[in-house]
Nanobody, 123 residues
């Protein structure tokens, strides 16, 4: 079992930065692939970024490449999403998710989810 708690969301102006954190409980975190998804009202959750269990492989959707960075600290059971050069279209509820063994881009593949954190980017 893995329980996930996100933090770090908020309101920021376009061009600004935020760092999201997702802290996990459970002994399987270090063996889990982790991902961030985001969701806007009336839409499905969309995959944003993923990282493998060791942290040496990262993956991004095209629209965030070069602006977002996913990382993890297995000693702290935490995964991060550093978001720079934020745009109004990045506004969403952001969720972290965990699965084994590997990163995928489909929400249905993930077993564990956090409660979400709101990110709002004003123009």
């Amino acid at each position: 079992q893995v329980q996930l708690v996100e933090s770090g969301g908020g309101l920021v102006q376009a061009g600004g930065s935020l760092r999201l954190s997702c802290t996990a409980s459970g002994r399987t975190f270090s063996r889990s692939a982790m991902a961030w998804f985001r969701q806007t009202p009336g839409n499905d959750r969309k995959w944003v970024a993923g990282i493998n269990w060791s942290g040496d492989s990262t993956f991004y959707r095209d629209s965030v490449k070069g602006r977002f960075t996913i990382s993890r600290d297995n000693a702290k059971n935490t995964v991060y999403l550093q978001m720079n050069s934020l745009k109004p279209e990045d506004t969403a509820v952001y969720y972290c998710a965990a699965r084994t063994p590997a990163v995928t881009t489909e929400a249905r593949d993930y077993n564990y989810w956090g409660q979400g954190t709101q990110v709002t980017v004003s123009s």
